[in-house]
């Protein structure tokens, strides 16, 4: 669900009571719609990340660092300049607002006192991050806004800071449960109470207003035309019950996840009811951790989908094109299968060139070639003499002879370019950081499918980029290795491995290559399934079940000449079949 006013709140306490007091010593933009600012205090280190991010905004420590960009963007620079240094005297959240205010003390140019705010409004699509005076001007915003995308509320630098447009909602603190149950009587009775109750209640989210419905009348979408007396006296009671468990701070982080399969479904600050048996509440550590669950996994996809978005529409384009090609090509090598006819009509024509004569548009020959020796019709070209038409259907029998050795050969390549093609949008979606991304470009770039132009950070074209493989750890202790793109693949396969290791690649499925390291020892049988389990993981078949998985030592994997890169060969193998779980495969992931 998107981080509700209430919920805010309870993040905002959480916050305050670590934060304050607290020096900011660097500011971070990992992302365009992130920043990050590591803090230190009596309790050591923290790092607060605020995203803006369309259906993810909010606010919340982490605990790994985030990759940076080569260069800071405008936004990061003018933070560093501005917040740098500064102390955190507190964080507030306005009344009923999904926006929170970092007040921070500070000294200007001139090292005169002064205080700034670090203004975070987390509201779906209209999110921003804003820093402004102690005039309450705006020095800048990570999303500038002017009088053409918005006519109500400019944001630009220079101009004094204005509170977003009021909603059309009653603040949810000046009412009573009896207040809401007499406003229920007087509403649509077709209307559901969940629907009124989110238009009428400022700062309250979808689930919430469901909530108080369903623990008024046991129903989460309960129309109000079938409430009855007593069912309006108890949602006056839910409601003051809820909003003294607010006022009282008593809020907890609960995660939702669905019980048929534990996938994160919602988060909140109490526990949820409505959803019976269908999902498992359970409390998280801090609203932190909760927020970090629910959004970092998803949100740290999003950002590598879209920071490859370049790289995968090229190369499903070449992909497509090449798919195109194949099938142009198969169509000309089908034609090509009737070549024979072409060499039976010059034949025919030869044997019988006593009886035609030059511009004859067809021929009546008694066809030889036919047990009965029946008559056929062969078509002529006017133009030609009867010596040259043959030779005409003598030349089309050697073009088609020749054009299935040529076509065979090609689609041979192609097949196997449209193979590597494939194994490469598998790697995409491997790639974890920008290294990988470079590492991947460079790989396209040899193979040629990117030019030296498309490259991006021409200083570093001459240099290899280096990347490190996915590093696994079995429950016995032998380490595992798993390529995340085709040149690693070659180099962990090909290089780094020794030739006892045990080598493990998804049965005729794009993936990656996986080295089980022995030491010297004799596997366990833990290890190989585990290791076959990372290998499906990371593979086209990643949500599949029984997936069949080839292993075999080192040394039986050889890499053919001109191979492309993660082409290898074996024949020596044995196959186990898993199902990839995720959850086993994370536990057993090193870095």
């Given amino acids: 669900m998107p981080l509700d006013a209430i919920c805010l709140g309870a993040v905002t306490h959480e916050l305050n009571e670590t934060l304050a007091g607290c020096r900011v010593e660097k500011v971070y933009q990992p992302d365009r719609d992130e920043i990050v600012l590591q803090t230190r205090g009596q309790g050591g280190a923290k790092r607060l990340l605020v995203s803006i991010a369309a259906g993810a905004a909010r606010v919340h420590f982490i605990d790994a660092a985030r990759e940076n960009p080569a260069a800071p963007p405008m936004f990061c620079m003018l933070l560093r300049k501005h917040v740098q240094g500064a102390k955190i005297a507190a964080i507030v959240q306005p009344s009923v607002e999904r926006m929170l205010t970092i007040e921070l003390d500070t000294t200007d140019e001139m090292g005169v006192p002064c205080k700034k705010h670090l203004i975070c409004e987390l509201m779906g699509k209209h999110s921003n991050v804003i820093l402004c005076g102690e005039d309450n001007r705006i020095i800048d915003a990570m999303r500038r806004v002017d009088g053409d995308l918005s006519g109500k509320r400019q944001v630009l630098p220079g101009l004094f800071y204005r509170m977003p447009p009021a909603q059309d909602k009653h603040d ?23 629907r009124f109750l ?171 070639y036919a047990e009965d020796c029946p008559e056929a019709e062969i078509t002529l070209d006017v133009r030609l003499t009867p010596q040259q038409n043959a030779q005409r259907y003598f030349k089309l029998y050697n073009k088609a002879k020749t054009a299935e050795s040529v076509l065979t050969q090609q689609m041979e390549q192609g097949r196997a370019d449209l193979d590597y093609l494939e194994s490469v949008l598998v790697a995409l979606e491997e790639a974890e950081s920008e290294r990988d991304l470079s590492q991947l470009r460079e790989e396209l770039t040899q193979t040629g499918i990117l030019s030296n132009k498309q490259t991006r950070n021409k200083k570093l074209r001459s240099k290899p980029v280096q990347a490190k493989p996915f590093h696994y750890r079995t429950s016995d202790g032998f380490e595992v290795f798993a390529g ?8 962990l396969t090909l290089k780094t491995a020794f030739k006892s290791d045990i080598w493990f690649h998804t049965q005729k499925i794009h993936g990656s290559h996986v080295i089980l390291v022995t030491d010297g020892r004799e596997p366990t049988d833990q290890a190989m399934t585990e290791a076959a389990m990372i290998a499906a993981y990371h593979s086209k078949a990643r949500q599949s079940s029984r997936v069949p998985v080839d292993y075999t030592p080192v040394r039986q994997v050889k890499k053919p000449a001109g191979a492309k890169p993660g082409m290898v060969i074996y024949h020596v193998y044995q196959t186990a079949y898993v199902t990839p779980e995720e959850t086993v495969v994370e536990k057993l992931r090193v870095e």
């Fill in 484 to 491: 995340k793109n085709n040149l690693q693949n070659d180099l």
């Fill in 172 to 194: 949810p603190f000046a009412l009573s449960g009896a207040g809401v149950a007499a406003a229920v009587t007087q509403a649509d009775g077709e209307q559901t109470l969940d």
């Fill in 198 to 368: 989110l238009g009428q209640l400022l700062g309250f989210s979808p689930l919430l207003c469901r909530e108080l419905s369903y623990r008024a009348t046991g129903d989460a979408t309960a129309r109000i035309g079938t409430l009855s007396d007593a069912q309006r006296e108890r949602l006056g009671q839910v409601y003051d019950d809820f909003m003294t468990y607010v006022q009282e701070k008593r809020w907890k982080p609960f995660l939702l996840t669905k019980a048929e399969n534990d996938a994160v479904f919602d988060f909140t600050f109490l526990p949820v009811t409505q959803y019976e048996g269908l999902m498992t509440v359970s409390q998280a550590d801090s609203f932190s951790t909760l927020l970090a669950v629910f959004y970092e996994k998803k949100g740290k996809i999003e950002r590598m989908a879209r920071r490859s978005a370049d790289l995968h529409k090229t190369v499903t384009n070449a992909r497509d094109r090449l798919a195109r090609k194949l099938a142009v090509q198969q169509k000309e090598l089908d034609a090509t299968q009737n070549r024979e006819q072409y060499k039976r009509m010059g034949d025919l024509i030869t044997a019988n060139l006593y009886q035609l004569e030059k511009g004859m548009n067809k021929a009546t020959v008694v066809d030889y």
